[in-house]
C-alpha cells in the first residue's frame, strides 16, 4: 500500500477525469492521497474532495505564494476551520504552508516579511491544536528551521519536495519531519535529492507526487500532467536506489506516514 502524501487533486488539470485518475492511483496501489490547501478559496474543496473516495485525507493551510492576497480574516477563518475539523479523521495537517525563497518578487521587502508573518501565525495554529504541518521549502531551509525552533508545540510533519543540504536534512529529521520524496528524486541529475534518498533512514521519509506538478522523468511532453498513480513507479525509484523491494518501500513510507500524520491511522492505513 501506497500514500501519496501531497497531491493536489482539486487542481483544474483534473476537472476533466478526476473520477478515472482516483480509480488509476487506487489500481496502482496507491491507497491514500492527502490534498492540500493553498488558500481560502479551496479550504471546503479539498475537504468535500477528501470525503469523496475511500482514503481521501486532507490539509488546510495558506500557501506562502498565495498570502499576497491573504489577510487577517483568512487566517481568522483558518482556526476557525481547523477547530472545527478536530472531529473529522480525514483532517489530517496544518498545510500547505511554509516559506518561498525562490521566486524573486516575494523573496525579499515586504512580501517576504508578508510570507513570514502568515508562515508564523500558520505555525502558531499548528502548536495550538497540536497538529502536524505540510511545509513548502525552496530556497527557505534555514528560515523555516528558525521559526520551527520557535515552536516546540509543532508536533513535526512533512518537508515538502525536500532539497536542501545533509545537515539541513537531519535538522528537520530532529525535529520530527519526514522528507517528501516525488518526481524530483527520478531524475539521474537529481544528485543531492538521490543522496537523501539513500543517506536519510527509510522512517523519515515518504512518498509524494505534488500532482498535477514535478512530473516524474517518464513524462515527456505534451503530456506533462503529473498524477498520484505515478507514485508507484516513484516508489520504485526508490526501491531501486537503496537496493530494497517495492513492498519494502511501500510499508516503510506508509508507516512513516502515518507516524508524522498520526490522523491518518484513523483511516485504517497503519
Not at 99 to 118: A, H, K, M, T
Not at 137 to 164: E, M, T
Request: overall charge neutral.
Amino acid at each position: 500500500m501506497l500514500i501519496d502524501t501531497h497531491c493536489h487533486l482539486d487542481a483544474t488539470e483534473f476537472d476533466a477525469d478526476r473520477e478515472t485518475i482516483i480509480q488509476s492511483a487506487r489500481d496502482a496501489g496507491v491507497q491514500a492521497i492527502v490534498i492540500p490547501a493553498v488558500e481560502r478559496g479551496n479550504f471546503s474543496v479539498v475537504r468535500d474532495l477528501a470525503h469523496s473516495f475511500p482514503g481521501g485525507a486532507y490539509a488546510l493551510g495558506i500557501h506562502p505564494m498565495y498570502v499576497r492576497r491573504a489577510d487577517a480574516s483568512d487566517l481568522d477563518l483558518l482556526r476557525a476551520l481547523v477547530r472545527e475539523s478536530l472531529c473529522d479523521p480525514r483532517f489530517v495537517a496544518i498545510g500547505e504552508i511554509g516559506l518561498d525563497f525562490f521566486v524573486p518578487e516575494i523573496s525579499q521587502g515586504q512580501e517576504r516579511e508578508r510570507q513570514e508573518r502568515f508562515y508564523a501565525a500558520q505555525l502558531d495554529i499548528a502548536a495550538e491544536f497540536g497538529l502536524p504541518v505540510l511545509l513548502h521549502v525552496r530556497r527557505s531551509q534555514d528560515v523555516l528551521l528558525k521559526y520551527l525552533r520557535r515552536k516546540p508545540g509543532v508536533p513535526g510533519g512533512i518537508a515538502h519536495a525536500f532539497n536542501g543540504s545533509a545537515q539541513q536534512a537531519q535538522a528537520f529529521v530532529a525535529r520530527g519531519f519526514a522528507l517528501g520524496l516525488g518526481g524530483a528524486m527520478t531524475y539521474a541529475r537529481a544528485l543531492q535529492i538521490r543522496r537523501h534518498a539513500v543517506d536519510v533512514g527509510l522512517s523519515a521519509l515518504v512518498l509524494e507526487t505534488d500532482a498535477p506538478d514535478i512530473p516524474p522523468a517518464w513524462l515527456h511532453e505534451p503530456a506533462r500532467r503529473n498524477a498520484p498513480h505515478e507514485l508507484a513507479r516513484i516508489a520504485d525509484v526508490l526501491a531501486q536506489l537503496r537496493g530494497l523491494r517495492r513492498e519494502e518501500i511501500a510499508r516503510a513510507t506508509t508507516g512513516a506516514a502515518c507516524r508524522v500524520l498520526p490522523r491518518l491511522q484513523s483511516l485504517g492505513l497503519a
